[in-house]
């Protein structure tokens, strides 16, 4: 499933250089993942694709193809419950946000909690994972947000559900 994923996103970052960044953009949003975006009235006077067409979003087709590949999920390592525990132990917690309409990040999210809490009480180390920076004493408790009616682009959707969670979380972090 990592390896589709992997080939997948490349298949996407030869599209980005072959056809270039307003068709690539215009395809990119037009994936069911983005169709409450695509109905939102952020999205619907064409401000932010504009300015994702015309290079606000930052880099040229081909840099943002090689971040795409680089950066697949295919590619990245998997967390487990060990890492989030011990993220959530560095003294801020861990807190995943979802919007309510993505029902497979809001699952994710809750499902990482869990996975952090369940390592957490099993009193089980990041020394399995990565090694961690300094941690700073009793881990908080998971947070998880589920935005109401936002999709996968909560933050494009919904800025202003994220400020206080946001907020509340960096005030928490050492």
């Not at 080939?7 to 996407?12: E, G, P």
């Not at 067409?53 to 697949?72: H, I, N, T």
């Not at 998997?78 to 132990?89: E, Q, R, V």
């Amino acid at each position: 499933q990592r390896g589709a994923r992997a080939d997948r996103d490349d298949a996407l970052a030869a599209a980005l250089r072959d056809g270039g960044l307003a068709a690539f953009v215009n395809a990119w949003y037009r994936q069911g993942l983005f169709k409450t975006l695509a109905a939102h009235p952020r999205w619907r006077d064409g401000a932010i694709i504009s300015r994702r067409v015309s290079g606000g979003g930052g880099g040229d087709a081909c840099e943002l193809a090689d971040a795409l590949s680089a950066l697949s999920p295919g590619r990245q390592p998997l967390l487990s419950g060990a890492h989030l525990a011990g993220i959530s132990a560095r003294g801020a917690g861990l807190l995943l946000l979802a919007g309510s309409e993505d029902a497979k990040f809001v699952s994710t999210a809750r499902a990482m909690a869990q996975q952090a809490r369940d390592a957490s009480e099993r009193g089980v180390s990041s020394a399995e994972g990565a090694p961690l920076l300094v941690e700073t004493g009793a881990a908080e408790e998971p947070e998880v947000v589920v935005v109401p009616g936002a999709g996968h682009a909560v933050h494009l959707e919904a800025p202003e559900a994220l400020v206080l969670p946001l907020l509340r979380f960096l005030r928490r972090c050492p």
